[in-house]
């Protein structure tokens, strides 16, 4: 099973700062690689796939990168919607496994 | 815009078998894969299986043993069943399903199950 490691756990961050989460493979995934949002109490919301392809209504401060093992996702100047829990999630190989979660805070 | 919808029991008791049915409005079942997540309370999601359009499916290596997934394209739904359940399958389960990218781009609410006597 590949298991995807974020960090960090929590970032504390203010309205307008640029913020930068990390998510690294346990072995190599391609492109196969996405990101989710999710807020208290509802279901998580694809944000990002194949890496660096924005999900319809996204918002272009949120962008992807990376490849192989190490991804990044980078949301450019923080928006008081943007505080919540984002996961990464493989779809490389079954069983597809998310990562556990970095909570971006006030 | 396709919705999704999950219903079921909140509580099931220990030892017996969670059923959850989730209907899909406003798209062919037909169209695309389809997935149940489950987050237990204050954790991380967990992938538990999929469904093929065509009914292929694959089921969580840690779980293959004890769950079914199925469609039933005349009602546009899909379903899960997890047998002899334990306090540890206590979960808020989703019901979601891909778009063009391959990637869970639908999601129901989701439903909270308790596994409790």
């Known amino acids: 099973e590949i298991v995807l490691t974020q960090s960090p756990a929590t970032l504390s961050l203010s309205p307008g700062e640029r913020a930068t989460l990390s998510c690294g493979a346990s072995q190599t995934i391609s492109v196969y690689l996405a990101w989710y949002q999710q807020k208290p109490g509802q279901a998580p919301r694809l944000l990002i796939y194949n890496v660096s392809s924005r999900a319809a209504g996204i918002p272009a401060r949120f962008s992807g990168s990376g490849s192989g093992t190490d991804f990044t996702l980078t949301i450019s100047s923080l928006e008081a919607e943007d505080f919540a829990v984002y996961y990464c999630?493989?779809?490389?190989?079954?069983?597809?496994?998310f990562g556990g979660g970095t909570r971006l805070e006030i | 815009q396709v919705q999704l919808q999950e219903s079921g029991p909140g509580l099931v008791k220990p030892s017996e078998t969670l059923s959850l049915t989730c209907t899909v409005s406003g798209g062919s079942i037909s169209s695309q894969y389809w997935s149940w997540i489950r987050q237990p309370p204050g954790k991380g999601l967990e992938w538990i299986a999929y469904?093929?359009?065509?009914?292929?499916?694959n089921s969580s290596p840690s779980l293959k043993s004890r769950v079914t997934i199925s469609l039933d394209t005349s009602k546009n739904q899909f379903y899960l069943k997890l047998t002899s359940v334990s306090a540890a399958d206590t979960a808020m389960y989703y019901c979601?399903?891909?778009?063009?990218?391959?990637?869970?781009?639908?999601w129901g609410q989701g439903t909270l199950v308790t596994v409790s006597s």
């Open positions: 469904i093929s359009n065509s009914g292929s499916t």
């Open positions: 999630q493989q779809r490389y190989d079954w069983p597809f496994t």
């Open positions: 979601a399903g891909y778009d063009h990218s391959n990637y869970l781009r639908h």
